[in-house]
Nanobody, 119 residues
Framework: QVQLVESGGGLVQAGGSLRLSCEASGRTFSMYTVGWFRQAPGKEREFVTS????????YYADSVKGRFTISRDNAKNTVYLQMNSLKPMDTAVYYC????????????WGQGTQVTVSS
């Protein structure tokens, strides 16, 4: 089993930046992919970005391309989400999730961290 803990959320003005962290523990050696999702009030959870635990493949939602960057530090078992040029529409609870083994979906989730962007 993999445990995920997010941190780094907060309140920021439009145009500002935040960096979220997702620290993994447990059976991290078997992880295949780590992703970030977000859920705004009254909306469904949506995919933001993901990164392979081994390798360099990254994927981004169109709404965040060019503004958000996902990266990882395997030595620290941590995935980061650098968010620049933030907009009020980015306001949401951000969740880190992991595909714990090849062939599975996102089956491990963190508790979420709130990001609020004021106009």
């Amino acid at each position: 089993q993999v445990q995920l803990v997010e941190s780094g959320g907060g309140l920021v003005q439009a145009g500002g930046s935040l960096r979220l962290s997702c620290e993994a523990s447990g059976r991290t050696f078997s992880m295949y992919t780590v992703g970030w999702f977000r859920q705004a009030p009254g909306k469904e959870r949506e995919f933001v970005t993901s990164i392979r635990w081994s390798g360099s493949n990254t994927y981004y939602a169109d709404s965040v391309k060019g503004r958000f960057t996902i990266s990882r530090d395997n030595a620290k078992n941590t995935v980061y989400l650098q968010m620049n040029s933030l907009k009020p529409m980015d306001t949401a609870v951000y969740y880190c999730a992991a595909v714990s083994a090849l062939g599975r979906g996102y089956d491990c989730w963190g508790q979420g961290t709130q990001v609020t962007v004021s106009s």
